[in-house]
T-cell receptor
Framework: AQSVTQLGSHVSVSEGALVLLRCNYSSSVPPYLFWYVQYPNQGLQLLLKYTSAATLVKGINGFEAEFKKSETSFHLTKPSAHMSDAAEYFCAVSEPSGGYNKLIFGAGTRLAVHP | DADVTQTPRNRITKTGKRIMLECSQTKGHDRMYWYRQDPGLGLRLIYYSFDVKDINKGEISDGYSVSRQAQAKFSLSLESAIPNQTALYFC???????????????FGPGTRLTVL
């Protein structure tokens, strides 16, 4: 079974600083990877997804993620943090299961942005 | 209007009570899912449904049941609620017409359930 590990349950950055949220996966087949964001009191919103077309994936709100097969990683980055980026971020891998694509989620990383 | 809605948004109940959480979607998707979210555990799948007549257990279905009343409606029931079912519950949808491992799941805003 596939698994997803998010390093760091809490990350704190200053406004304007680089955001780096780490995600490593285990997969016996080529992975399809997702990053979701959960703002306070809201559901999960798709930030971006990797579908094997390009290793560098650009998403919404200035976020991007790079798929590195050799490192089994899919880290999420943003060059300059904004206060509105404060949220919880989830990495997920898609696993074929019984005719549908099961999403395996990481435990999440809560991002705090301070002035 | 939101594409995936959940009612209620918050609910406090007592041990042993029957609770129903409802999910409706206007996206026209055929697949629907129920997850629970616990701090430090991410989201775990409870049940999923490919269409009205096709319902499947997820990884943590014990203590829960579901009903797919129509393509657009998928309800989650706790027949006899217990405190360890206190969690945030999410409904999600996806579109089989765009099948493949890249199909995206779209989430509702969640229901915060507290069982005392």
């Amino acid at each position: 079974a596939q698994s997803v590990t998010q390093l760091g349950s809490h990350v704190s950055v200053s406004e304007g600083a680089l955001v780096l949220l780490r995600c490593n996966y285990s997969s016996s087949v080529p992975p399809y990877l997702f990053w979701y964001v959960q703002y306070p009191n809201q559901g999960l919103q798709l930030l971006l997804k990797y579908t094997s077309a390009a290793t560098l994936v650009k998403g919404i709100n200035g976020f991007e993620a790079e798929f590195k097969k050799s490192e089994t990683s899919f880290h999420l980055t943003k060059p300059s943090a904004h206060m509105s980026d404060a949220a919880e971020y989830f990495c997920a891998v898609s696993e074929p299961s019984g005719g549908y694509n099961k999403l395996i989620f990481g435990a999440g990383t809560r991002l705090a942005v301070h002035p | 209007d939101a594409d995936v809605t959940q009612t209620p948004r918050n609910r406090i109940t007592k041990t042993g009570k029957r609770i129903m959480l409802e999910c409706s979607q206007t996206k026209g998707h055929d697949r629907m899912y129920w997850y629970r979210q616990d701090p430090g555990l991410g989201l775990r799948l409870i049940y999923y449904s490919f269409d009205v007549k096709d319902i499947n257990k997820g990884e943590i279905s014990d203590g829960y049941s579901v009903s797919r009343q129509a393509q657009a409606k998928f309800s989650l029931s706790l027949e006899s609620a217990i405190p360890n079912q206190t969690a945030l519950y999410f409904c999600a949808t996806s579109d089989q017409k765009r099948r493949g491992r890249t199909d995206t799941q779209y989430f509702g805003p969640g229901t915060r359930l507290t069982v005392l």
